[in-house]
């Protein structure tokens, strides 16, 4: 399916989760540790992926460190989402920072997922972009880790993730839909956020909660 912002954005993670659930597919959102630096933005986009590994050297001279990361960034197309695997949560690895953010952002990229750290917060905060984190620390990644590879199948916060897939995060979270079901899961999804939207109505005027669940089957 052509990736639609406008109609995704009538879904929430929550929704998306059970609609996966539905499908046998129910190791699809991310751990918990995974938090937005801001509450209040919705993340969607195709997935973009990176691999980091440890490491526990300062480069050699002239070794450029970065290459793979920048390589990524550049690369980016309008609606990606970076999502960058370190094997988190980690105290070790901060992939993601402000230059970074500018970056991607000027080539129309959607958000960053990282199980690793992100740092330069305040100044990500006040250009609201959506960044997902395993946590917030001052490190720069240099002798410490490195992007190993792009755009390969990684594992983030316990998710397996392709480049491709749908990512989508709120405040509750951050859920991927591998591209083969999307079309589905939305469809589902949109349906779901119709029949909750009838039994608030429905809660609102004093219906009792068993006699709704009995109607509409949502809870």
Not at 168 to 180: A, M, Q, S, T, Y
Request: aromatic share 4%; net charge negative; hydrophobic share 40%.
């Amino acid at each position: 399916m052509s990736l639609n912002p406008s109609t995704l954005q009538a879904l929430n993670a929550a929704v998306l989760s059970d609609t996966l659930d539905s499908l046998g597919l129910m190791q699809q959102a991310m751990k918990p540790f995974m938090r937005p630096l801001d509450d209040t933005l919705q993340l969607i986009g195709r997935a973009r992926t990176g691999l980091y590994m440890p490491v526990y050297a300062a480069p050699a001279p002239g070794e450029n460190p970065y290459e793979v990361e920048i390589e990524l960034v550049d690369d980016l197309a309008p609606g990606d989402v970076v999502v960058l695997a370190c094997d988190g949560p980690t105290e070790r690895i901060a992939p993601w920072g402000e230059l970074l953010t500018t970056a991607s952002a000027a080539r129309g990229a959607s958000g960053c997922v990282t199980d690793g750290l992100v740092r330069d917060v305040k100044q990500i905060r006040e250009m609201r972009w959506p960044v997902f984190c395993g946590g917030i620390g001052p490190l720069d990644t240099k002798g410490r880790a490195r992007m190993v590879e792009r755009d390969v199948p990684v594992m983030c916060a316990g998710v397996t993730v392709r480049s491709g897939d749908l990512v989508f995060g709120d405040v509750d979270g951050v859920v991927v839909i591998p591209r083969e079901v999307e079309d589905e899961v939305v469809r589902r999804a949109l349906e779901k956020v119709s029949g909750e939207n009838q039994s608030r109505e429905a809660l609102q005027r004093g219906e009792k909660l068993a006699d709704v669940f009995k109607r509409l089957g949502i809870l």
